[in-house]
């Protein structure tokens, strides 16, 4: 499975952007799919993920209420809409794609990973 992720962009403190992420294969219809994101110098992390019918999301504290992740199988794509941004929230956003129909917050769950994304939120 490949993974596409766009949308990453250079916007202002309280702009929003939207990130989406393509997988070339239906296969990942059955999985479910995250997203995390890695700053500089930092560990990736987590951001929020959804399982492979969308029935269950979660998110990292420091995005909830802010970003919502969601799914369209039909297209093998999942979204990241990202609102009112935060200089702390720059990072490089990746996708990725469980071994399982659900998503977790540990990397170790996920078996495909895109190449990333770059969000850089100015303050």
């Known amino acids: 499975v490949q993974l596409q992720a766009s949308g990453g962009g250079l916007v202002q403190a309280g702009d929003s952007l939207r990130l989406s992420c393509t997988a070339s294969k239906r296969t990942s219809s059955n999985n479910g799919m995250a997203w995390f994101r890695q700053a500089p110098g930092k560990e990736r992390e987590f951001v929020g993920g959804i399982s492979w019918n969308g029935a269950s999301i979660h998110y990292s504290e420091s995005v909830e209420g802010r970003f919502t992740v969601s799914r369209d199988n039909s297209k093998s794509t999942v979204y990241l809409q990202m609102d009112s941004l935060k200089p702390e929230d720059t990072a490089v956003y990746y996708c990725?794609?469980?071994?399982?129909?659900?998503?977790?917050?540990?990397?170790?769950?996920?078996?495909?990973w895109g190449q990333g994304t770059l969000v850089t939120v100015s303050s």
């Open positions: 990725a794609v469980s071994r399982s129909s659900y998503s977790a917050t540990s990397r170790s769950t996920y078996a495909y």
